[in-house]
């Protein structure tokens, strides 16, 4: 038999802040676009540079500190599944989009703002949880903060 897994590792910035959603079971999810990008040079040599967006939803314990300390521009790095939705829309169209649900994250690099909240004393965090990754937890803090984690 052969292993297989889904994961995916993206490293990019928020294009809006997060939305939180109660589910009609009560908990919450929160949802996020993160914009990546890749650039390449074409024939001519230019360097070109796309940009792809990125559904992320989180669940769990984790919605209420992504949700505290994410803002739009904010640097984050995940790693999670990816999953697929189908569809039919209003003109009989099918459609299919593709999310990635949140094992873990990394807080990467500092604030955009200097008007921004600081989530601990400095500005710079580097914090890291696992959530169900591998049956793992970890746990990395560069600083004293107070992340509830």
Known sequence: ????????????????????????NGNSLLEFSLATNNSYKDRDGNRVTKTDWHRVKAFGPVVDTLER?????????????????????????????????????SFVGSRNSEDAPAPAATTKLKATYAGKLNNAVALETAAATDLPF
């Open 1 to 24: 038999m052969m292993n297989t897994s889904n994961f995916v590792t993206l490293l990019g910035r928020l294009g809006a802040a997060p939305v939180r959603k109660t589910l009609p």
């Open 69 to 105: 300390y994410l803002s739009k521009g904010d640097q984050l790095s995940v790693v999670g599944a990816l999953r697929y939705n189908e569809w039919t829309d209003k003109h009989d169209q099918k459609r299919k989009s593709a999310e990635v649900i949140l094992n873990a994250f």
